[in-house]
């Protein structure tokens, strides 16, 4: 059973996690809290770049020594291959840790990863905990590794007028990529992801949407904000490949103009808000998990 204090941890590590969204693509986001032997909180990650040091790493870190006969409180199960990095279940035996409590198992570890290494070197190992939290933040790159294409969302506004590039702006920072009417890729937020991480399509994506997708998966894009009101869009949506929809109404819109917008088939509401001056809603595909 995991202790008040490492739930306050997993609560803590998962929103240190969600700012890698938009910046860890291809890797996941991925947030780490070591607590002292007394249960203290004594360093602090979260993974921010693919190529740069996993979530373990900064968290240990910032720990030193007081790491030593404490516990890892992780998001994700620690890694146990070495890539461009050492992998983190090495770091935290080389730390000392005792216990390492997990929200969410690596779906690629197959049993094989950090969890089972852990233990078998002699490391309590406690898996699951708050992993319906977790998930909030690391389920849709997590899903992505099945699909084989990006989670797509559509921003559109209530009333079907052009999506502007404040509606824009104000989503962009948690995506990987804005995928245009016209059909041209650029990265959601300038340089985020390092150098060489992304390689994104310098040709417009105007062919089969599918395809498109897969292009941009293979490029290392998870995240897609698919901007409304075009062809391209509407093609997106016949296809059963937008995952997510979010729209913005003005306030002194009128209602009946938006009705066509509440006409989309398959997708349940999953949040209403007044927002920065008008409305926002969002949608979720209703057969997703
Ligand atoms: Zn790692």
Aim: net charge negative.
């Amino acid at each position: 059973m995991a202790s008040q204090k490492e739930i306050q941890a997993m609560r803590l590590a998962i929103a240190l996690s969600a700012r890698g969204l938009g910046t860890t693509s291809p890797n996941p986001p991925v947030g780490c809290v070591i607590l002292d032997a007394a249960g203290a909180i004594v360093g602090t990650g979260y993974h921010e770049r693919k190529g740069e040091s996993h979530a373990e790493v900064h968290a240990l870190a910032a720990a030193g020594e007081r790491a030593r006969g404490g516990t890892a409180v992780v998001t994700l199960e620690p890694c146990n291959h070495v890539g461009r990095t050492p992998a983190c279940r090495q770091a935290l035996l080389h730390a000392g840790v005792a216990r390492v409590v997990i929200a969410l198992i690596d779906p690629t570890s197959r049993g094989e990863g950090g969890a089972a290494v852990l233990r078998a070197a002699g490391v309590d190992v406690e898996v699951g905990v708050l992993a319906q939290e977790a998930w909030l933040v690391l389920g849709d790159s997590l899903t992505t590794l099945s699909t084989g294409r990006p989670v797509v969302t559509l921003v559109r506004r209530l009333d079907g007028s052009s999506v502007s590039e404040a509606d824009v702006r104000k989503l962009r920072l948690g995506f990987d990529a804005v995928l245009y009417p016209d059909g041209q890729v650029e990265e959601a937020a300038a340089d985020s992801h390092g150098r060489d991480i992304l390689h994104l399509p310098a040709e417009p994506l105007l062919g089969d949407p599918t395809d498109a997708l897969k292009a941009l998966y293979a490029g290392g894009v998870r995240f897609v904000l698919l901007v409304g009101g075009s062809a391209l869009a509407d093609r997106c949506l016949a296809g059963e490949l937008v995952d997510r929809v979010v729209a913005f109404g003005a306030d002194d819109d009128q209602g009946p103009r938006w009705f066509d917008a509440f006409g989309l088939a398959g997708f349940d509401i999953t949040r209403i808000a007044r927002e920065g001056g008008g409305l926002r809603v969002e949608w979720r595909r209703a057969t997703e998990g």
